[in-house]
């Protein structure tokens, strides 16, 4: 009989990322339950039935078409914000790069802004909004990309670059808004993020392009494991550093731009799921993207649940006939309090 050369702990080690892997997908599923449970007009119990495969057809129509859509693409948009940030952060070799501060985000806003401005786009037209935010995306990180120049594989240079960049695509879009104010009054949904009223039609185009480029993320595991230590290392492994760093920006920015002209910009979740993802799986990017990607649905269809219910709270106190909070607003209350954490983190985290 041979021994085994591995120590004893070595499967059950294995084994956490895995079950932890297996936990947040039972949690998907639970998010998924609480959002569609947690909207107005309907109780649990008529939802339930309606699921079930009964119901009345007012019924059917607020679940089936309503509800289960907006859910739906809650989870896919954080799904997508939780791998395109974890992409920049090991792209860019920074702990605190995400898609709201290396001018992503905020390009991809720009975009649908001006192409609804310009009459090109708009909610009911959601594949005009994805091109527009591509466009908008792809703009950001390449003026970031000509910014840094030769210190792109400074951590420190990009971030500050990025967070100017951001800024600048704000200033920009905020400019854009007060030129139009009547015609781009709708479009402050995307500078804060929002479920309300997705349909079928959002859901149909979001899933095959957060499919195809989470996968393209997943396939540059390997190249972002070397770029995360250094660039002069991963020359000497034989990586092609500058191809390798783009393809990685390219997969985060499509991924962003996906997320936001689904949604819009939700604050601070490109930002700190990868640091939550990295937390409950590990540094390995082989499990830590598909794990960002279960952590974002998680916490995006988490708040959008917990944000209908507030709302239904605070309607009910101030006794309003309707009442909304964006679920945008709630991530990012909640995103400035963890990124406290985070930074106070960060100087003792090294990729």
């Known amino acids: 009989m041979i021994a085994s050369s591995r120590p004893p702990g070595a499967a059950r080690r294995e084994s956490k990322p895995a079950l932890r892997l297996a936990v947040l997908l039972v949690l998907v599923a639970v998010v998924a339950c609480a959002d569609l449970l947690a909207g107005r007009a309907l109780s649990p119990d008529r939802v339930w039935e309606v699921l079930t495969g009964g119901g009345d057809p007012t019924a059917r129509h607020l679940v089936l078409r309503l509800r289960l859509p907006r859910t739906l693409v809650a989870l896919v948009a954080g799904a997508c914000l939780g791998v395109a940030g974890l992409v920049l952060q090991s792209a860019l070799r920074n702990p605190l790069a995400g898609p709201e501060v290396t001018g992503v985000t905020p390009g991809a806003v720009l975009?649908?802004?001006?192409?609804?401005?310009?009459?090109?786009?708009?909610?009911?037209?959601?594949?005009?909004?994805?091109?527009?935010?591509?466009?908008?995306?792809?703009?950001?990180?390449?003026?970031?990309?000509?910014?840094?120049?030769?210190?792109?594989?400074?951590?420190?240079?990009?971030?500050?670059h990025g967070v100017l960049v951001s800024a600048?695509?704000?200033?920009?879009?905020?400019?854009?808004?007060?030129?139009?104010?009547?015609?781009?009054?709708?479009?402050?949904?995307?500078?804060?993020?929002?479920?309300?009223?997705?349909?079928?039609?959002?859901?149909?185009?979001?899933?095959?392009?957060?499919?195809?480029?989470?996968?393209?993320?997943?396939?540059?595991?390997g190249p972002l494991t070397l770029l995360r230590c250094g660039d002069e290392q991963a020359a000497a492994a034989g990586l092609a550093t500058g191809r390798a760093r783009a393809t990685a920006l390219m997969c985060a920015v499509a991924?962003?731009?996906?997320?936001?002209?689904?949604?819009?910009?939700?604050?601070?979740?490109?930002?700190?799921?990868?640091?939550?993802?990295?937390?409950?799986?590990?540094?390995?990017?082989?499990?830590?993207?598909?794990?960002?990607a279960l952590t974002g649905a998680v916490v995006v269809g988490g708040a959008d649940a917990a944000a209908q219910l507030l709302s239904?709270?605070?309607?009910?106190?101030?006794?309003?006939?309707?009442?909304?909070?964006?679920?945008?607003?709630?991530?990012?209350?909640?995103?400035?309090?963890?990124?406290?954490?985070?930074?106070?983190?960060?100087?003792?985290?090294?990729?």
């Open 255 to 292: 991924l962003t731009a996906g997320a936001v002209s689904a949604v819009g910009a939700l604050g601070f979740v490109g930002l700190l799921v990868p640091h939550l993802a990295v937390f409950l799986v590990g540094a390995d990017l082989r499990l830590a993207l598909p794990g960002a």
């Open 111 to 160: 975009g649908a802004v001006v192409a609804t401005g310009l009459g090109l786009a708009g909610w009911d037209s959601p594949a005009a909004v994805v091109a527009a935010a591509c466009l908008g995306g792809f703009a950001g990180a390449g003026l970031l990309w000509l910014l840094t120049g030769r210190e792109r594989g400074d951590p420190a240079a990009t971030a500050v």
């Open 168 to 221: 600048v695509l704000s200033g920009l879009t905020a400019m854009v808004l007060l030129v139009a104010p009547g015609e781009l009054g709708s479009v402050v949904q995307w500078l804060v993020g929002t479920t309300e009223g997705r349909v079928w039609q959002h859901w149909h185009l979001l899933w095959p392009w957060a499919l195809v480029w989470s996968v393209a993320a997943w396939l540059s595991a």
């Open 312 to 351: 239904r709270a605070a309607a009910s106190a101030l006794e309003a006939d309707r009442l909304t909070l964006p679920v945008g607003a709630l991530t990012t209350c909640l995103g400035a309090a963890l990124l406290l954490f985070v930074v106070r983190r960060a100087p003792e985290r090294t990729y």
